[in-house]
């Protein structure tokens, strides 16, 4: 029996934590101990507190960054802005995951979007299994290629930084008698990285040809597919009437909502919507006998055969689901890495991205569009074909018995 640490420590969202529920329920079910460390720790409780897991508050950068790059446009400018611009700032938080290591005393770390960790492991001599999409856990390269290349970017920026957050990382690892890291690509990559999305929607294109990478990678990662949680969610109860089904799983904070829930009830559709901050008692932002706000998650593996179309901002696993039940996709995203899941579905021919259209964004006409043209659905329904095979179980068995190997290796 051996002890596993996941960790999480960028990023917002609960596709981080959800990704944890079945790696933690298999190690767990080989015999081993697993513990957690999570950026978020309170609305994780909704997919990880029934698990009766010990979970602890990662450590991250709480301050603004001053003199960083604005908009950032890799994953190097990130760290940038997360402790790492200054060697003093990243050795605080080193010492606070050091810490934790030393309390918990994990034979393996499971890192997802945790570089911080990864670097405090390589001190302890702790062999690290990194899981995430295609954004977070990127191809062997350096530098690392930018992932905002749909703006022009200034000659030297990306080596610039490169260079100035490896120094920042090695001379931490110096300080703590540890060996440098040849590149920074290690820190996100850990002993054995472990892909978790599909090649036709890798941000970094690292199955394209070679001349259409940002950066020659070392080596070419097998995509193992994408993660998410397949349990759970109330059952899909649409409004009355014959107009066409769409869900659409938004949140308040986006400046278009109004605009959106007007155009979907002026179309005739009938709209199941889940709003976090509604299903929590915020008022609705429209009252229709068309739209029905569900009071809690609803089970996509219900609603997705049932509906025309879906309406999200682009997180990685509602749009899998998605692209697994054949359905079309209104994409909304709200950063870059939801703006890159959504140019990924554009380009399979799958759905439109609202965020590539000029203000007003034309809502209806997008939504005929979508609704009314045979070739969006067509290319859905092509993609759930070409992975109708996959299993989430059995990709959940393979991170397992993957993260399990590096007992054997070290």
């Known amino acids: 029996m051996a002890r596993f640490l996941l960790a999480w420590e960028f990023g917002d969202g609960l596709g981080h934590a959800s990704r944890f529920r079945p790696l933690a329920q298999g190690l767990r079910q080989r015999g081993h101990e697993v513990d957690l460390m999570l950026r978020e720790i309170v609305h994780a409780r909704s997919v990880?507190?029934?698990?009766?897991?010990?979970?602890?508050?990662?450590p991250f950068w709480m301050h603004q960054t001053v003199g960083g790059p604005n908009p950032t446009i890799s994953l190097t400018e990130i760290l940038v802005g997360n402790g790492y611009l200054q060697?003093?700032?990243?050795?605080?938080?080193?010492?606070?995951?050091?810490?934790?290591?030393?309390?918990?005393?994990?034979?393996?770390?499971?890192?997802d979007y945790a570089p911080t960790a990864t670097i405090a492991a390589r001190i302890k001599g702790i062999p690290v299994a990194t899981v995430g999409g295609g954004f977070y856990l990127p191809p062997d390269a350096c530098p690392l290629p930018p992932f905002r290349t749909w703006e022009p970017i200034e000659p030297g920026r990306i080596d610039y930084w490169e260079q100035r957050v490896t120094k920042t990382v090695n001379t931490v690892l110096a300080r703590h008698?540890?060996?440098?890291?040849?590149?920074?690509?290690?820190?996100?990559?850990?002993?054995?990285?472990?892909?978790?999305?599909?090649?036709?929607?890798?941000?970094?294109q690292r199955h394209a040809p070679r001349h259409a990478l940002p950066a020659a990678p070392r080596q070419v990662d097998t995509g193992l597919g994408p993660t998410f949680l397949v349990e759970g969610g109330e059952a899909p109860q649409w409004p009355e009437g014959d107009g066409p089904c769409v869900f659409a799983?938004?949140?308040?904070?986006?400046?278009?909502?109004?605009?959106?829930?007007?155009?979907?009830?002026?179309?005739?559709?009938?709209?199941?919507?889940?709003?976090?901050?509604?299903?929590?008692?915020?008022?609705?932002?429209?009252?229709?006998?068309?739209?029905?706000?569900?009071?809690?998650?609803v089970d996509l593996a219900q609603a997705l055969p049932q509906a025309s179309l879906l309406i999200s901002h682009a997180g990685e696993a509602t749009l899998a689901q998605a692209l697994l039940a054949g359905v079309p996709m209104l994409l909304l995203p709200t950063q870059a890495e939801q703006f890159l899941n959504a140019q990924g579905v554009v380009q399979l021919g799958a759905g439109l991205n609202a965020a590539t259209h000029g203000q007003?964004?034309?809502?209806?006409?997008?939504?005929?569009?979508?609704?009314?043209?045979?070739s969006y659905r067509a290319a859905a329904q092509a993609m759930a074909h070409r992975y109708r095979d996959f299993l989430p179980s059995a990709l959940n068995q393979t991170l397992t018995a993957a993260c399990e190997s590096l007992l054997n290796d070290h």
């Open 249 to 297: 799983y938004v949140r308040s904070t986006h400046g278009d909502l109004l605009a959106l829930l007007q155009a979907l009830d002026q179309s005739g559709c009938r709209t199941l919507c889940y709003l976090p901050e509604v299903a929590a008692g915020r008022p609705a932002p429209l009252s229709s006998p068309r739209i029905r706000y569900a009071g809690r998650p």
């Open 87 to 111: 060697a003093d700032h990243l050795d605080g938080l080193v010492e606070g995951w050091l810490a934790v290591l030393d309390l918990i005393r994990p034979d393996v770390l499971v890192a």
């Open 48 to 58: 990880l507190g029934d698990l009766g897991l010990r979970v602890l508050q990662a």
């Open 177 to 204: 008698g540890a060996p440098a890291v040849p590149r920074l690509s290690a820190i996100f990559r850990g002993d054995k990285p472990l892909l978790c999305c599909w090649p036709e929607l890798d941000p970094y």
């Open 360 to 374: 007003p964004v034309p809502y209806a006409q997008l939504l005929h569009a979508l609704l009314h043209t045979d």
